[in-house]
């Protein structure tokens, strides 16, 4: 029931061109996607959230944490040209406001060989 709800929700919001897309982690993962996905859907709203205060402010500096080819060029060009991401720690506002959360924390190690999902 409460997945019909959320994709009705997001088909609505896809429809008025006010879809936002929460990624939660700033890290290579949510970040990366959130950028590239940023910059080929320029309707769409994204906001990177991330508990990392130091990262957080890095890619608000518009400074990428680490190499990737490209991604200082979109980087900017979504967040100076596009204008539809942002970078935040307020990580329960972040997810109240979106329509669709990719979740790109880190995997919880595992103290066994046989749980462990590496
Ligand atoms: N990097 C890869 O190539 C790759 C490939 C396949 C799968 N994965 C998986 O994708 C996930 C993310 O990987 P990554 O490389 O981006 O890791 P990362 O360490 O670069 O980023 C994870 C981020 O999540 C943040 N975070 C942790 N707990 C949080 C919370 N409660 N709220 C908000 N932010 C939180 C951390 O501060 C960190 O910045 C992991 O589960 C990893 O196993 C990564």
Not at 8 to 17: G, L, P, S, T, Y
Not at 53 to 64: A, I, M, P, T
Request: glycine share 2%.
């Amino acid at each position: 029931m409460r997945a019909t709800y959320s994709v009705e929700r997001i088909v609505q919001a896809h429809k008025a061109d006010n879809l936002v897309v929460t990624s939660v982690g700033a890290g290579y993962v949510g970040a990366m996607t959130a950028i590239t996905m940023a910059v080929k859907n320029p309707k769409v709203q994204f906001i990177v959230c991330d508990i990392n205060q130091e990262l957080v402010d890095k890619w608000n500096r518009l400074e990428c944490p680490f190499f990737e080819p490209q991604l200082e060029e979109y980087l900017r060009i979504a967040v100076n040209k596009t204008k539809n991401i942002e970078f935040t720690t307020k990580v329960s506002h972040a997810i109240a406001q979106a329509h669709l959360i990719i979740i790109s924390v880190n995997t919880p190690p595992c103290s066994s060989k046989e749980e462990s999902a590496d």
